[in-house]
């Protein structure tokens, strides 16, 4: 009887501990703890700091949304604690294609983030921004998402505000992204060097020969006759400025300057001309 008291008193005790987790967790995301197992877009952004404890209950009701596609921790400092339940929600979640652990003081565990990341093959973007990221962390991160069979298939990596120093050169080394942001990381000159020569570059829109550019004007006197007042007459370098005061002072003309100006005009001359001309 004496045992199976304490039984009894240890079930209650454990079901007390989750149903105070629980209401916890609904008071810092504002919202029931079903929609986490519904929702496709999950934003934890403006929760109430979320902790690792916090965060291990998430990703056990996560786990049953098998069809999450974007998940935003970002903001909550949990720690490092909390690495191990984000590494469980990205494993489990298949069909997740963003993910956004900015701020959160990951520090070391954000390399076991990257690795998660490296095996999911359906996650294009990672946020790990000011998450206190050094430079042996920075090296495991690159040379998890490098070391991925068949390509990791992420596109977009967000270090910004991790002071990793030099070792930011060694994300180059990561094949298939598209974008790499390293704001106010302190690469500096041979980081940068180290990834302008690893990485090739981005390729251009083509540019079309028929699409004249903005800054570049007809000059030709039957299109713009005013031109002509204008300086640089003649040529492509007339300047926007320049082009707009010719044609003002253009079309204000005098009636004398009007008619002076068609007796200059070139079109008007040589069809002057051709009239006046005797036949052949």
């Known amino acids: 009887p004496a045992s199976a008291r304490s039984i009894h008193s240890m079930r209650r005790g454990r079901r007390f501990c989750s149903t105070a987790a ?25 929760a109430k700091g979320l902790d690792a404890e916090d965060l291990l209950l998430v990703s056990t009701l996560v786990k049953t949304n098998a069809g999450v596609e974007s998940i ?17 929600i990205v494993r489990s979640s298949p069909q997740l294609s963003k993910l956004d652990a ?18 999911h093959g359906s996650l294009r973007s990672l946020a790990m921004s000011a998450n206190a990221i050094g430079a042996s962390a920075c090296t495991a991160i690159g040379e998890a998402l490098a070391a991925a069979a ?17 070792a930011g050169g060694g994300l ?9 942001r390293l704001a106010s990381c302190a690469v500096g000159a041979a980081g940068t060097t180290e990834l302008a020569s690893s990485r090739r ?15 570049v004007h007809d000059t030709s006197p039957r299109r713009q006759p005013w031109l ?3 300086p640089c007459a003649g040529s492509t370098c007339t300047s926007a400025t320049a082009v707009r005061t010719a044609r003002r002072r253009w079309l204000r003309r005098s009636p004398l300057e009007w008619l002076s100006s068609r007796s200059t005009c070139p079109t ?13």
């Open 22 to 46: 629980t209401s916890r967790l609904v008071s810092k995301i504002g919202r029931p703890t079903s929609a986490l197992s519904t929702e496709r877009s999950l934003d934890f952004l403006r």
């Open 72 to 88: 935003d921790v970002s903001g909550n400092g949990f720690g490092a604690g909390g690495a191990a339940s984000l590494v469980a």
């Open 102 to 119: 900015s701020q959160n003081n990951l520090r070391a565990s954000a390399a076991l983030l990257a690795e998660a990341a490296a095996s």
């Open 150 to 166: 068949g390509g990791s298939g992420l596109a977009e990596l967000n270090l910004s505000h991790n002071a990793f120093g030099r």
């Open 172 to 180: 180059a080394a990561v094949p298939g992204l598209s974008s790499l």
């Open 201 to 215: 570059p981005v390729e251009q829109p083509l540019a079309t020969s028929t699409t004249r550019p903005r800054h």
């Open 228 to 230: 002509r007042a204008a």
């Open 268 to 280: 008007t001359t040589s069809a002057t001309s051709r009239a006046s001309a005797p036949p052949a």
